[in-house]
């Protein structure tokens, strides 16, 4: 089959486009024809070897995170979905592969397609759907009434991330350039803040969760807008230990990320702040209830530019020049 394959990691490396076996199905998995797969950054930085240590593939790795097509084989224990099924998926991790025309899927991470979504659109979903679920309704635990800030909301988290705070009912703030301003604001946003020509800590205060995508300095700052007993959860890091129990790492891994984490931990300790990160799991109940979401309107895919698959080399680096509004598609099939 035909794949995006990284062969070893290095920075801003050209991917290949070659030919890899078709995945073998385990008895709980089932195989998918790709139809569309969307890209993601963290694509951009497994290639770019960021993850070796909390995720050491054994390469050549076909990437891709966010898949959508259909069930053209399943495992003998599969109960669940059946030939001709069309589904969608965060595959597991160690189980990515999404660039390609066939990838195994585990039955417990894999949901129907939402039915009121194209191949495309439906692929853009379950990355940043289970990223937004995980955040503000699994560790924020979001009440209606309180106040949410979400870093760039024209991005793909946070157009999804939007939308599912104002179902829960959250007043929402957001972070966006002044050209996405009319589309977040479409989306739900309550205060949009240019972040270009404006400071964020100097306007919002009093905040019960932020959901922080950003960099190091934009962490620290998010701190000065949480109230106490506030939730500043990051998934762009640092990692923290609770993160490293998690994954099972060993004791070293633990070690580095409760350094790295230090001075986050102990600033929010300061102000009765709890910070955690959060990388993003399969999960498919989770993408089964966001796909019913969708199916009643409550939240609508946001896609900036499908790729051809010749083109996934250049899909990529759409994504990381950061100009993405909402989410970048590759058609595969």
Do not use: C
């Not at 008895?27 to 070897?49: C, M, P, S, T, W």
């Not at 003998?76 to 069309?86: A, M, P, T």
């Not at 599912?164 to 589309?183: C, M, R, W, Y």
């Amino acid at each position: 089959m035909k794949a995006v394959i990284v062969d070893r990691y290095q920075k801003k490396s050209a991917l290949r486009i070659g030919q890899m076996p078709v995945p073998e199905t385990g008895e709980n998995e089932v195989l998918v024809q790709v139809h569309a797969a969307a890209v993601n950054l963290l694509d951009a930085k497994i290639r770019d070897g960021e993850f070796k240590l909390i995720l050491p593939y054994r390469l050549p790795l076909i990437l891709g995170h966010d898949v959508a097509g259909v069930v053209v084989k399943v495992g003998s224990k599969v109960r669940q979905f059946k030939l001709g099924d069309e589904v969608s998926a965060r595959p597991d991790d160690f189980r990515i592969g999404a660039f390609a025309e066939f990838i195994a899927i585990k039955e417990d991470s894999l949901a129907m397609k939402p039915a009121s979504l194209s191949m495309e659109e439906a692929a853009s979903i379950p990355l940043v759907g289970l990223t937004a679920w995980q955040a503000l309704v699994e560790k924020a635990n979001v009440k209606p009434g309180q106040k949410v800030f979400i870093q760039a909301g024209s991005g793909g988290v946070g157009t999804f991330a939007i939308q599912l705070a104002k179902h829960l009912g959250a007043f929402v703030a957001t972070t966006t350039s002044a050209a996405n301003i009319d589309l977040v604001k479409s989306l739900g946003a309550d205060v949009v803040i240019d972040y270009r020509k404006d400071d964020f800590e100097k306007i919002l205060h009093d905040y019960d969760v932020v959901l922080n995508s950003q960099d190091a300095k934009t962490l620290e700052k998010s701190l000065q807008i949480l109230k106490p007993g506030g939730k500043l959860i990051s998934i762009s890091g640092p990692p923290d230990v609770a993160f490293a129990e998690e994954i099972g790492a060993p004791w070293f891994v633990k070690l580095i990320m409760r350094l790295l984490s230090f001075g986050v931990r102990r600033k929010s300790g300061w102000r009765d702040i709890s910070y955690s990160f959060l990388f993003m799991r399969a999960h498919g109940r989770q993408l089964r209830e966001i796909t019913t979401l969708i199916d009643a309107g409550a939240i609508r895919p946001v896609i900036d530019k499908v790729f051809p698959f010749e083109a996934s080399n250049e899909a990529v680096a759409y994504v990381e020049s950061g100009r993405a509004k909402g989410k970048v598609v590759i058609k595969i099939l």
